[in-house]
């Protein structure tokens, strides 16, 4: 954006899916001071079909979505009810239900197959990046019950090059992490044996990833429960 003497105010890339490509037709400076950019997309693995977009941003050139989103939870068959509050323009959506199910619907109703205790994320993303919120949810796990896996952090965290992972469990088990992408891609995946022993402490190289947002899920094998952590790498 100049001035109208041709001074740069500020400068934006807008970066997203590679196999999408984007074609403006008309810019136009919203009342705020933005900038309004209308055109079509075209996504060349969903041949030949077009889609008109629209981009607006705030007077910085910001367009970042805001992710936000509620749930409800019917207990009586464990459905839960979500509903996608996000700010932002042209967003795509992944839901993760703590499970490995994924959705990519704006909003949607999902059915737990297992009890456990989960997280729900919803990853949010446009033209200017992507945003991630995590809630967590109990599915058919009463207050007397303990949680399989306790004490649960990771770090260092943003990270560039490893992180820690660190966790109690309720009795000794084989625990296998993944970790997703901003779009809900596996990026990597790695087990933890188990060996007669309840605590879990394990690094993680991530030297080989881009940089960027990821999603670190814990899940404990032959168990509904599964731990959600974002993980920074700059």
């Not at 041709?6 to 900038?35: C, M």
């Amino acid at each position: 954006k100049y001035t109208s003497e041709g001074e740069l105010i500020w400068h934006k890339t807008y970066q997203t899916d590679p196999a999408v490509r984007f074609y403006p037709n008309e810019l136009l400076i919203t009342n705020d001071g933005g900038i309004a950019i209308v055109g079509t997309s075209h996504d060349f693995l969903d041949e030949p079909n077009y889609e008109v977009f629209i981009l607006k941003t705030d007077s910085e050139g910001n367009c970042h979505p805001q992710t936000n989103f509620e749930f409800t939870l019917d207990a009586s068959n464990n459905t839960v009810t979500l509903q996608n509050n996000t700010l932002g323009n042209y967003n795509t959506y992944t839901w993760l239900f703590g499970n490995g199910d994924t959705s990519s619907a704006q909003d949607t109703i999902y059915q737990y197959p297992n009890n456990g205790n989960y997280d729900i994320c919803l990853i949010s993303q446009n033209l200017c990046g992507a945003d991630t919120l995590c809630q967590a949810i109990a599915i058919g796990v009463g207050i007397n019950e303990t949680a399989f896996i306790n004490n649960f952090s990771v770090f260092p965290n943003p990270t560039n090059n490893f992180t820690h992972i660190q966790a109690q469990l309720n009795k000794p088990s084989t625990v296998q992490i993944n970790l997703y992408n901003h779009v809900g891609q596996l990026v990597l995946q790695e087990p933890i044996l188990a060996n007669g022993s309840t605590n879990i402490n394990h690094q993680l190289s991530l030297e080989q990833l881009a940089a960027g947002v990821y999603l670190l899920q814990v899940q404990v094998e032959g168990e509904g429960e599964m731990m959600v952590r974002k993980v920074v790498v700059y």
